[in-house]
């Protein structure tokens, strides 16, 4: 396999400039899934096989980050591999002639099982059920969020809207993007795209999500 570049094999990867999208809102012209059509196969990862990879830290990455929302348990469905644009903060050190910016990775299409645990209810009765959005796209970098205000903009819907009930599972499927590389004990991993950036500017509380390959 392919190795990717320095950024993930040192301690770098600091955070995530505006330049990507916010946990909330991820449109598909700026998702991370390069053109696979035109990637030579020389170009891709090898694939990866199935239960090679722990994915319930990848998908909790996905959820807000106030940890109201548990993942139970995750499993991967597919996982295609292909050449990933880097976020912006980490294109310094992919730098090529020709201006592109990507790494070998996979998208990975999951399906998980996810729990709802109330907070921030007080003395107020904790409602039967909260709207869960679950963004539908496989090329976006939006999240899971229950309740607020609907996410989904009338003849744009990106979002599949469920009710989930306190403390009880949930089944749903996603999709999460990890590029290739290797562990500081130079170990293969997958390093999960970093989905919990802030819009505006790097975000301190950032810190890589390795996902060891299993051999």
């Known amino acids: ?16 400039t505006a330049a990507c999208q916010s946990q909330d809102s991820a449109p598909v012209a700026n998702s991370p899934a390069a053109s696979a059509a035109t990637q030579p196969a020389a170009a891709l990862p090898a694939p990866l096989p199935a239960g090679a990879v722990d994915l319930k830290p990848g998908v909790a990455e996905q959820t807000p ?10 499993k991967a469905l597919k996982a295609e591999p292909m050449q990933l644009r880097l976020p912006a903060a980490w ?17 990975i ?7 709802w645990i109330p907070q921030g209810f007080g003395h107020q009765q904790v409602p039967a059920s909260l709207p869960l959005y679950a963004p539908n796209g496989r090329d976006t970098l939006a999240s899971f969020r229950v309740g607020g205000l609907n996410l989904n903009v ?7 809207v469920t009710p989930i009930e306190p403390r009880k599972p949930l089944t749903v499927r996603g999709t999460l993007y990890a590029f290739l590389g290797r562990n500081e004990q ?9 989905y919990r950036g802030r819009a505006g500017g790097f975000d301190d509380s950032f810190k890589k999500v390795l996902l060891p390959i299993r051999q």
Do not use: C, H, W
């Open 1 to 16: 396999m392919k190795n990717i570049p320095l950024f993930v094999a040192t301690a770098v990867v600091l955070g995530l």
């Open 65 to 74: 980050r106030e940890g109201y929302l548990q993942v139970i348990s995750a």
């Open 91 to 107: 294109q310094s050190d992919a730098d090529r002639p020709d201006g592109v910016k990507q790494a070998p990775g996979y998208r």
């Open 109 to 115: 299409a999951y399906e998980a099982v996810l729990q």
């Open 154 to 160: 009338p003849g744009r819907e990106r979002y599949t």
């Open 186 to 194: 130079q170990q293969p991993a997958l390093v999960v795209y970093p």
